[in-house]
């Protein structure tokens, strides 16, 4: 009975007040805990239920018609205000092409994994995620998909390709690209000198955002050598230095900086980013890692606040080989639009940190792959074959679109990749006579007979449905290289349960992202599809990654009324 009425008390609190000790508006942490906490979403037509586990669902089964019901609603509408206050950028999906007309599609890599872990998090939270949350290629590279080692120093990249029947229509096909980096041991690693710029400003004072940063630089700190160095900027009305460049092995120092941090004041982001650039010109290390790693929630709201003149500035900096990466933390003020074209311009990466298993993923397990490049400015161009091939669409990627002279020219910016990174990207295509074409033919198409040279070429060409072309540079060069390879019908997969585990999991992971975009190409293909897709598909999870993915997908059910 006891019990019972100390949760009572509980929910009543919650109800009434979020019993949440953070500042105004930050209530990742103030959840009030019953058995169906129905979320109030966008959409009134789509009640969403959050399931809780164990004795807590139990007890407050027997208490919840207790809690004051309208306050319950206040508590819930002040969750979802928080959301409405993060920044997305506005993108469309990409459209279909006619290959008749358009063959060529070109685009930069991308090994950011931001989106998925924030759309984890919004979804453990409760709600949907907004439509602009969800950038489908960084889901589907946030799971790694175990292509061959086959790279060397000199040449980077293995590269993988298989295409086999879309699941959600049945007259098109997927076509997987995979490229993976060569893989470089740890004790291989160069020296790292990185410097953190760290945002200590008033909005960071939660459990999800300075606390959960400080214990994340923690694991990292303890994986550094005497080679490695660490300087540390802080940043709120003013930025300051707590830690000048110091040798990785002197652990207890840098524990006791990181220990020292604490929030508070307003954000002066670009005073930090000048500050955290100078340490870091200062500690260079000519053949090691130089990197300014920024963690923050994005609110720059003093200083230099002008979006464009922070792009300025961070653009300016990259050609010092230092590069800036991103770690975005916590809910309700998170600025993803902008922490995802800073990382883009200093040629970094993004990620968002929203548990210590994130961590642990980013800052321990990958953090060869995260700091150290061994390619830059990568592109991928595919020309399509307009005999075989009558339309395509690339899944994802919409802010990473190249023209199609920029694949040749190296002074155009593109995405880095890292140690053992891997990239994957998928285009759904039609094929010629498969009826799975979404675009009526021409009435006046091109008739033009063909030369017997042309002729020729066809009838050599007549197997291959793609051409695949991938253009990098090494990280000490300015001329970048060229993989190109036939991608051709003998490698057609028949059915979908014949595809590779690989195959068949990036394409629930691109399912899923499309239909949190709203499914304008997925048609009845939902999430209880994505989920038996999913599972036939694990394979090897090592990490449980993949298995993680699942649970979020019968959450994602139960929150979306399906």
Aim: glycine share 10%.
């Amino acid at each position: 009975m006891t019990t019972k009425f100390t949760l009572l008390g509980a929910l009543v609190c919650l109800s009434l007040i979020g019993c949440s000790s953070t500042e105004d508006g930050d209530l990742s942490n103030a959840r009030p805990d019953t058995t169906e906490t129905k979320i109030i979403h966008p959409d009134p037509t789509r009640p969403a239920v959050l399931p809780l586990p164990g004795s807590i669902a139990e007890e407050a089964e027997t208490v919840s018609a207790a809690v004051d019901q309208p306050a319950l609603k206040m508590h819930r509408e002040r969750i979802l205000s928080s959301l409405d206050r993060e920044a997305y950028s506005h993108f469309d999906n990409n459209p279909i092409h006619l290959v008749s007309e358009s063959p060529v599609s070109t685009f930069s890599i991308d090994v950011d994994t931001a989106s998925y872990s924030n759309i984890r998090r919004i979804i453990a939270q409760g709600s949907m995620p907004r439509a602009d949350a969800v950038r489908v290629e960084e889901m589907i590279n946030y799971f790694s998909y175990g292509y061959p080692n086959t790279g060397s120093t000199d040449d980077p990249f293995s590269v993988y390709t298989e295409i086999g029947p879309s699941p959600w229509h049945p007259n098109r096909h997927l076509l997987h690209v995979g490229i993976k980096g060569h893989e470089i041991p740890e004790a291989d690693l160069p020296p790292a000198n990185l410097v953190f710029l760290i945002d200590v400003s008033g909005s960071m004072q939660s459990a999800d955002k300075l606390a959960l940063l400080k214990t994340s630089m923690k694991m990292l700190i303890r994986r550094l050598s005497h080679a490695d160095r660490v300087a540390i900027v802080v940043y709120a009305g003013a930025a300051g230095t707590v830690l000048e460049p110091t040798s990785g092995s002197e652990q207890a120092t840098i524990l006791s900086a990181i220990d020292r941090l604490s929030a508070g004041g307003s954000t002066n982001g670009g005073a930090g980013i000048r500050l955290a650039y100078s340490l870091a010109e200062q500690g260079f290390i000519t053949e090691g890692v130089n990197r300014v790693i920024l963690a923050t929630d994005g609110d720059f709201n003093v200083g230099t606040t002008d979006n464009q003149a922070l792009k300025n500035l961070v653009e300016s900096k990259r050609v010092s080989g230092v590069a800036l990466s991103v770690l975005g933390f916590g809910s309700g003020n998170y600025n993803d639009a902008l922490m995802q074209e800073l990382a883009q311009i200093g040629n970094g990466n993004a990620a968002y940190i929203d548990t210590l298993n994130e961590a642990r993923k980013v800052l321990v397990d990958e953090i060869g792959a995260t700091l150290n490049i061994i390619a830059r400015d990568v592109k991928i161009q595919i020309e399509f074959n307009p005999q075989a091939v009558e339309e395509y669409r690339l899944i994802g990627y919409e802010t990473r679109y190249l023209s199609r002279e920029d694949f040749n020219n190296d002074a155009v910016d593109a995405g880095d990749i890292g140690a053992g990174h891997t990239v994957t990207a998928l285009y759904e295509v039609a094929l010629k006579g498969s009826g799975g074409s979404l675009i009526d033919p021409l009435r006046y198409g091109n008739s033009a007979p063909a030369s017997a040279e042309g002729a020729q070429a066809e009838t050599a060409q007549a197997s291959e449905l793609a051409y695949l072309k991938l253009r990098y540079k090494l990280p000490d060069s300015e001329g970048s290289r060229l993989i190109s390879r036939a991608i051709v019908r003998d490698q057609i997969v028949g059915k979908l349960p014949e595809t590779s585990d690989n195959y068949r999991f990036s394409a629930a992971v691109a399912g899923f992202g499309q239909i949190l975009r709203g499914g304008e190409f997925t048609g009845e293909f939902d999430l209880e599809a994505v989920g038996k897709l999913a599972a036939s598909a694990r394979g090897n999870d090592d990490h449980g990654y993949r298995g993680e993915f699942l649970g979020l997908l019968r959450t994602a059910e139960a929150l979306s009324g399906t």
